[in-house]
C-alpha cells in the first residue's frame, strides 16, 4: 500500500513540475531578434498599436534583441543607407513568444522562432 501511495505522490509531483514548464513561458514578455543579414548598416524601428521602439542603427551581420510588455501586431520599418524604406509584413505577438525579423537587401521577414 505504501508503494502505491508513494507512485502516486511522485506521478502527482511530476504532473505538476510538467505543468509548470509548460506554463511558466506564457508569463514572460514577447521577445525579438533582429537579424541584418546584408553587407550595410540599416536603421530599424519597430512599429505597434499607437507605439514605436527606435533600435538605432543595426551593424552589418549584428543582431538587436528586445522585449516589449504588450500584446499586438508589430511591423518593422528598415532603412537602408541608400534612403530605401521597406516594412515587414504584421507578426502578432504576445507573451511567451519570441519574434525574429531579418533584414536582406530586398525585405524584411518575420517568423516566430521555434
Same mark, same amino acid.
Request: avoid cysteine; charged fraction near 20%; aromatic fraction near 12%.
Given at each position: 500500500m505504501k508503494r502505491i501511495f508513494r507512485a502516486l505522490e511522485i506521478t502527482a509531483v511530476l504532473f505538476f513540475i510538467l505543468l509548470a514548464?509548460? +506554463?511558466? *513561458?506564457s508569463v514572460f514578455n514577447p521577445g525579438f531578434v533582429v537579424n541584418n543579414t546584408t553587407s550595410r548598416p540599416v536603421? #530599424? !524601428?519597430?512599429?505597434?498599436?499607437?507605439?514605436?521602439? &527606435?533600435?538605432?542603427e543595426i551593424e552589418a551581420a549584428a543582431s538587436h534583441r528586445f522585449? #516589449?510588455?504588450d500584446e499586438a501586431a508589430m511591423? +518593422?520599418?528598415? !532603412?537602408? *543607407? &541608400?534612403?530605401? !524604406?521597406? @516594412?515587414s509584413d *504584421?507578426?502578432? +505577438?504576445?507573451?511567451?513568444?519570441t519574434v525574429v525579423?531579418?533584414? !536582406? @537587401? &530586398?525585405?524584411?521577414?518575420? &517568423?516566430y522562432d521555434d
Open positions: 514548464v509548460m +506554463f511558466l *513561458p536603421m #530599424v !524601428t519597430a512599429l505597434w498599436r499607437e507605439q514605436s521602439r &527606435d533600435l538605432g522585449n #516589449v510588455s511591423i +518593422f520599418r528598415v !532603412t537602408y *543607407p &541608400d534612403g530605401r !524604406t521597406l @516594412e *504584421p507578426i502578432y +505577438f504576445s507573451n511567451g513568444l525579423a531579418t533584414i !536582406t @537587401e &530586398d525585405a524584411v521577414n518575420v &517568423d
